[in-house]
């Protein structure tokens, strides 16, 4: 007799952490796309790294290490950018290669053997623990809450600053706080796609949305329902083929994004020569 796959726990904390990984993925990965800060992503991603490595290094949970070092590359490469006049890509390229070097030598340094490493490169169906699920469902609600209460200042920022500037004061105080937001989620997403592979959670999902609707709140919940069809699947996926889950999720994304694109192009292809065709019977 063939047994469920959800008689398993770590399945059902792998599912619970894919609902909230799409929740916090749409909500930050729709901003990121939409500001286009694909590239500061992926630095404070990699910058994160060296705060993995302090944390295994000084006996610390490495996930808190990469919280505080994402956080401090993200306002790093604001106060590098704006204050020390150096431009923003080569500020996130300084970043990037710092964290990744302290990661490294600090994991290089740590005594014995650092057996979690593999799943913070690149996901791990396995260690995705109560905890995560925990901080997920807590940053979850936090994203839920600071971007309901602040849609109109985050949707100008987003599209256009300086219009921004003149609907509130504080918009650099939003950016601050919303990049920082961000790191949060990126950080905690780590267990599910890895550091390699993360911050195509987070842009991969408002693409799919995109081509659905140009409307900012209708491309947040297209992102989370994509989120989640491409994170649950990919762990499925991931469960039955014995491969590595966050390039399953990011593979399964990827494919999902394809035929979706794929799809509406042929609906309006067929749509196109369908009307070509009531056209030239009209005409005669």
Known sequence: METSIFQYGFII?????????????????????????VFLSGGIT??????????????????VGAAVFGILSALGVEYLSVKQRI??????????AFGMAIGIIFIYLTPGYTP???????????????ADIIALGIMSAVLILYFGVFYRTILYISFDEVFART????????????????ALTIVLNIRMAGVVLVISLLTIPPNIAMLFTRVYFKIVIWSV??????T???????????????????????????????????????????????????KL
């Not at 904390?13 to 729709?30: D, N, Q, V």
């Not at 918009?171 to 961000?182: A, G, N």
């Not at 329902?225 to 491409?230: L, Y």
């Open 87 to 96: 431009r923003e890509d080569s500020a996130i390229g300084i970043l990037w």
């Open 46 to 63: 990699h910058a994160s790294f060296g705060g993995i490595g302090i944390g295994y290094f000084i006996g610390i949970n490495p996930v």
């Open 13 to 37: 904390k792998g599912l619970l952490g894919a609902i909230f990984a799409s929740i916090t993925a749409g909500l930050a990965g729709t901003y990121v796309v939409s500001k286009r800060m």
């Open 232 to 282: 649950a699947t990919g762990y499925v996926i991931s469960y039955y083929a014995g491969i590595p889950v966050g390039a399953t999720i990011i593979f399964t994304l990827v494919i999902l994004w394809v035929l979706v694109k794929g799809t509406i192009h042929l609906t309006g292809a067929i749509t196109k020569w369908n009307n070509s065709r009531h056209f030239n019977h009209s």
């Open 116 to 130: 979690n490493l593999m799943s913070y490169l690149f996901g791990s169906i396995l260690t995705v623990s109560q």
């Open 167 to 182: 609907y509130s004061s504080y918009v650099d105080v939003f950016k601050y706080v919303t990049t920082s937001l961000i």
């Open 225 to 230: 329902i994509a989120g989640f069809i491409g």
